[in-house]
């Protein structure tokens, strides 16, 4: 059922299916969905609990690779920044579904799955804090606008705006933008915006 839910998010976006039309397309009965979901809202959720879960693991998975906790500030954050990328160009649906506004981002399943990138996020910034190599201060006012970088190269990307860019050079482009970023961050003085 969540697959097929996905495969018609794919097809005509969330507005574009119901609990109806997911019962029909794996033949069961209309009413079979409700058995395990009480309306839309409650299976949007279920599917972005499983997004967020699996882009936590996408970015995991590229900061071990690119060291793990103590390697290199610089190859780590633009891995993740990346692993944040490629999760929207190869699961479109379930990235989009995450943050659309059909899904409650108050509901405890959700909160839970979505504090696991943002974990990850805040555990990187306060390792650089203590490394000295971010300014000190709170950990998500930092994790704010790493958060924007990578959504919105992500989506960016995922929209086709960067189409004619391939892999590598899609690469490239990522690792460009969240470079800017870090080279701000690690120069940084703490205090207000500066006009």
């Not at 009413?31 to 979901?37: D, E, G, N, Q, V």
């Not at 891995?79 to 699961?91: K, N, Q, W």
């Amino acid at each position: 059922m969540v697959e097929e839910a996905l495969a018609l998010i794919e097809e005509r976006g969330n507005a574009g299916f119901t609990l109806r039309e997911v019962a029909r397309r794996i033949g069961v009965s209309h009413a079979a969905p409700y058995r395990h979901f009480p309306d839309k809202r409650a299976l949007m959720a279920e599917l972005a609990v499983q997004a967020s879960t699996a882009l936590a693991a996408q970015i995991s998975a590229a900061l071990e690779a690119a060291g793990g906790a103590g390697g290199d500030l610089r190859a780590r954050f633009l891995a993740a920044g990346f692993a944040y990328v490629r999760f929207a160009l190869e699961h479109p649906a379930p990235f989009h579904v995450m943050y659309s506004g059909e899904v409650d981002p108050e509901d405890p399943r959700v909160a839970a799955a979505t504090s696991r990138s943002l974990g990850l996020l805040l555990g990187f910034i306060e390792e650089a804090q203590r490394a000295g190599a971010f300014p000190p201060g709170e950990p998500m006012a930092l994790a704010v606008p790493i958060w924007a970088m990578h959504h919105g190269v992500a989506t960016l990307a995922a929209s086709g705006a960067l189409s004619k860019a391939g892999p590598a050079e899609l690469r490239r482009v990522s690792d460009d933008a969240h470079a800017r970023l870090l080279d701000g961050l690690l120069l940084a003085a703490p205090g207000p915006p500066r006009a």
